[in-house]
């Protein structure tokens, strides 16, 4: 069974910067790609930045240039690095498969205010 550990939200000022992490166990991180989702109150879960097991990547306008996905598969681990955050990009963070999501983890909670 997969399982998916996110950490490293917090609360942080706009224009500060957190770095999240991803644990994955099983099979599925040396096989899919790898992506960070966030859901915002009120709003859909939306996928933000995704990694190819090569290391190719994409993310959503919305983060682009501001935020860095990457992975290290010897650790079965993936990280968002987030600068310049902006109120808006508070939210739950959640990383999963960027095709056909398995469970999801309980996510780790991102707040920028003031």
């Known amino acids: 069974q997969v399982q998916l550990v996110e950490s490293g939200g917090g609360l942080v000022q706009p224009g500060g910067s957190l770095r999240l992490s991803c644990a994955a166990s099983?099979?599925?991180?040396?096989?899919?790609?790898m992506g960070w989702y966030r859901q915002a109150p009120g709003k859909q879960r939306e996928l933000v930045a995704g990694?190819?097991?090569?290391?190719?990547?994409n993310y959503a306008d919305s983060v682009k240039g501001r935020f860095t996905i990457s992975r290290d598969n010897a650790k079965s681990t993936m990280y968002l690095q987030m600068n310049s955050l902006k109120p808006e990009d508070t939210a739950i963070y959640y990383c999963?498969?960027?095709?056909?999501?398995?469970?999801w983890g309980q996510g780790t909670q991102v707040t920028v205010s003031e």
């Open positions: 999963n498969t960027v095709a056909n999501p398995r469970s």
């Open positions: 099983g099979s599925i991180f040396r096989i899919y790609a």
């Open positions: 990694i190819s097991i090569g290391g190719s990547t």
